[in-house]
């Protein structure tokens, strides 16, 4: 293998990719990343066994090959180096790196050893627009849980229904609902939310169409030169609309930045408390206030203006209210509810594309 | 206790005293900062006993009186309310904190119960201008040590020697000192490293003059309206200067920034050999390189141009090789040596006030 990169592609291509392969692995040779050439392109390359990326850079190759090398110290090694060309040689299992001023050589693992990477051979394809697939990662993703012992809470729905391609997490505390716009192709993805993570870096600011191809156990995302392979979450996911509520029996409209700032200063004196913060919502002062109390530090309550229609309180985690809070967007936000234990919905008030909802905690 | 302050200032003291609140301490009350009225000032201090910080603020005061509350709580409690009055007004030990939007009650603890601050009755007193000192506390603070069983290094030594100002530290390995200019008190102070990183916090981007006030046991510095007293250090601090050397077997100029990029490439392949890289000189090519080896990883060599004089090699760490030159300033920097296990020396090539001293790794 000989050729030659710039260090401006190289530097892009293993930031894409170099993340998959420093998480945490068992095998060690999944902390390196397979580079190699096919025609004139390079391919690099990482897995976890779960999610594989690839990124094809544009280089001059003078002879064919393909190695393995360690993805934390190349990606730093290579962002260190000045702009302008790279000479890439393998001589046996080390690769020569050179630069006008740089001579290094890392020791690789052939690449025969390095794990077949997750490929999806045929299945639908269809695409959608990369900026509204990134705003709706953004708003959706993190209420995904973490919890590996429900597997299906750790995934994010991407379903098509009448027509229109939503996606949906939920830890079954908070859910977060996104309606994507029109799609005509019908699909019911249940897609890994680590994976959606790495998508949303791979995304970054580009304004690409994102093309998607699936089969039954797997799910490709094609981002220019980038491709994102994962397989899908198995298992039912639970008919979250149905918990979407409708109608509220109270309910409070306000500024986004004045109901975030009054929940940011209750949270402080909520910390003994779990972030247990009560919202008090009052139609005749057309005020909301927020309570919390520590035995032992204090107490706070905040007020905001708002508009007000019925009087009622409710007691949720300040920490998913802010959550919901920065996810919702717009200037307004519409928060209502109904008895003390029913879910709570949080919407932009301009716009019903985006439901954020939050269980309330026993008061 | 009843008065009024704003959140400007409010926010402003806290932000210099908490940080020595909330150092880790076994009194509970030490996390707490002390809030007193006197006149039309409100004074708030903290200490954890080796250091006592006490900023004053201008206040409308209705009512005098004491108490102390949770630093922390406090802290992030003023900084996340909205600019603006804010009335104090004491019940028992429940300080109530109110503004148009938010009234909390915080739980204090009584002043009686707060340790006397250290103070200083009576000592020399002195002037010095913030600029030079800030810089010269960010060029040499950071290479004292934090070696608990060798006191005398955790400390910085400020003295005068023919009419002129130095402050040195070391650690053994590596040492900084900066000559601050002519100053006609004679002194001999050793302060611990961590008050005077307190103090640049303190001085921030004041341009005040700071004054400094000493007798045999501590030391008071006044920057505006802050005070910080700490005592200081015990023990003979070593004869730092015959450590310096000012002749060179082999020296180079070089462009500071060029010298760090190679430094910082080459430390990459230095993670397994616990940072040690090996600088060569050659007059001949007018050549610095820095070699590293890591025997699983691979190897690096990274040159620049320099002006050389004397030809030969050096084995060093290249953190401490980074912390001099990102401290040392300046655009073109000289680096000397003899030999292999004799001190080494970094300064501005356009200055000598400041010398920075590494001593190298056997190699």
């Given at each position: 293998m000989k050729l030659q990169v710039t260090q401006e592609n190289l530097n892009r291509?293993?930031?894409?990719?170099?993340?998959?392969?420093n998480s945490r692995n068992t095998l060690p040779i999944l902390a390196n990343v397979l580079m190699k050439t096919s025609n004139n392109r390079l391919s690099l390359s990482a897995t976890n066994l779960d999610i594989g990326i690839t990124h094809y850079i544009g280089s001059k190759v003078s002879e064919e090959g393909s190695i393995t090398v360690p993805a934390r110290l190349m990606q730093d090694f290579v962002g260190s180096l000045p702009e302008g060309v790279i000479n890439l040689e393998l001589q046996d299992t080390k690769l020569k790196v050179t630069t006008d001023q740089y001579k290094s050589v890392v020791n690789g693992i052939v690449a025969d050893d390095f794990p077949v990477m997750p490929a999806i051979s045929s299945g639908k394809s269809w695409k959608v627009s990369g900026a509204t697939l990134k705003k709706g990662l953004?708003?959706?993703?993190?209420?995904?849980?973490?919890?590996?012992?429900?597997?299906?809470?750790?995934g994010v729905l991407l379903t098509t229904q009448d027509g229109v391609l939503s996606m949906a997490a939920t830890d079954s505390y908070r859910l977060a609902e996104k309606k994507l716009g029109e799609n005509k192709e019908d699909v019911n993805l249940l897609i890994p939310a680590t994976a959606l993570q790495d998508l949303l870096r791979i995304i970054g600011d580009s304004d690409d169409m994102v093309t998607i191809t699936h089969d039954d156990q797997q799910v490709l995302f094609q981002v220019g030169d980038i491709e994102l392979v994962t397989r899908l979450v198995d298992g039912k996911y639970p008919d979250y609309r149905k918990l979407i509520p409708s109608s509220f029996a109270t309910q409070a409209t306000l500024k986004r930045s004045d109901f975030i700032n009054v929940t940011k200063v209750s949270s402080l004196f909520a910390r003994e408390s779990a972030g247990s913060v009560t919202i008090e919502l009052d139609e005749a002062t057309g005020k909301l206030s927020i309570r919390s109390v520590a035995s032992q530090l204090g107490e706070n309550t905040a007020t905001a203006e708002a508009n007000i229609k019925g009087t009622g309180s409710i007691t949720l985690n300040s920490r998913y209210l802010l959550d919901g809070l920065n996810a919702v967007g717009g200037e307004e936000v519409t928060f209502g509810f109904n008895g003390k234990l029913e879910a709570t919905l949080l919407h932009d008030s301009a716009s019903k594309d985006y439901s954020h909802i939050i269980m309330p905690l026993k008061s």
């Open positions: 291509a293993l930031g894409s990719v170099a993340k998959v392969a953004q708003q959706v993703v993190f209420a995904a849980s973490n919890d590996e012992t429900r597997p299906v809470l750790t």
